[in-house]
């Protein structure tokens, strides 16, 4: 079966403090694996597609890495803005856009 | 560029009564649409997505049913809703079945 499985639930960081977020995945040939960032209320924003592994992906203090099994994404000295849920979603090889997600990390940055 | 739009924002409906959430998309040409529900805490949930007019494919057996009238209109409805159906509605479309999906800012609903 595939799944999605996000660590940690939830992560506490001070303004600057580097850290990581995980997903790992278990899904029959992956086709591409999604970051989203969620606020409140809101819908998910995209952030980063990779396709394979190996591939490194950056946007401003976030950095998605993939391997064959997991997902991180990195977030270097953080600030109180990048408090959000981030999400992880997988696309397997036999589902055509069929998106299965993770439970999500919710980071807060405190100043 | 291309746009979703969703609404209700919020909608508090009493149990048994029937449901039409809408979702529209502007600036693209035959997307692919999808409709996702998210419980509190929790992951997204697919519900249906349309490749096409008039196409509805369904992911889990339940209360709750789509339409695609139009290119870039989704429509979620139930007959009667229930306890159950609460929750974070959200639309989606994507062009590709392998480019990322782009959500609408989605619909709160409670069921009372």
């Known amino acids: 079966e595939d799944q999605v499985t996000q660590s940690p639930e939830a992560l506490r960081l001070q303004e600057g403090e580097s850290s990581s977020l995980n997903c790992s995945y278990t899904?029959?040939?992956?086709?591409?694996l999604f970051w989203y960032r969620q606020d409140p209320g809101k819908g998910p924003e995209f952030l980063f597609t990779?396709?394979?592994a190996g591939e490194e992906k950056e946007k401003e203090r976030l950095k998605a890495t993939l391997t064959k099994k997991e997902s991180f994404l990195h977030i270097t000295a953080p600030k109180p803005e990048d408090s959000a849920t981030y999400l992880c979603a997988v696309q397997a090889g036999n589902q055509g856009g069929k998106l299965i997600f993770g439970q999500g990390t919710e980071l807060s940055v405190k100043p | 560029s291309q746009t979703i739009h969703q609404w209700p924002a919020t909608l508090v409906q009493p149990v048994g009564s029937p449901l039409s959430l809408e979702c529209t998309v502007e600036g693209t040409s035959n997307p692919n649409l999808y409709w996702y529900r998210q419980a509190a805490g929790r992951g997204l949930q697919l519900l249906f997505y349309?490749?096409?007019?008039?196409?509805i494919s369904s992911e889990v057996p339940q209360n709750l049913s789509a339409s695609r009238p139009q290119d870039r209109q989704f429509i979620l409805s139930s007959k009667k809703l229930l306890l159950s159906d609460s929750g974070f509605y959200l639309c989606?479309?994507?062009?590709?079945?392998?480019?990322?999906?782009?959500f609408g800012d989605g619909t709160r609903l409670s069921i009372l």
């Open positions: 899904v029959s040939g992956l086709r591409g």
């Open positions: 989606a479309w994507d062009t590709h079945s392998n480019q990322p999906q782009h």
């Open positions: 349309s490749v096409g007019i008039g196409q």
């Open positions: 990779l396709y394979s």
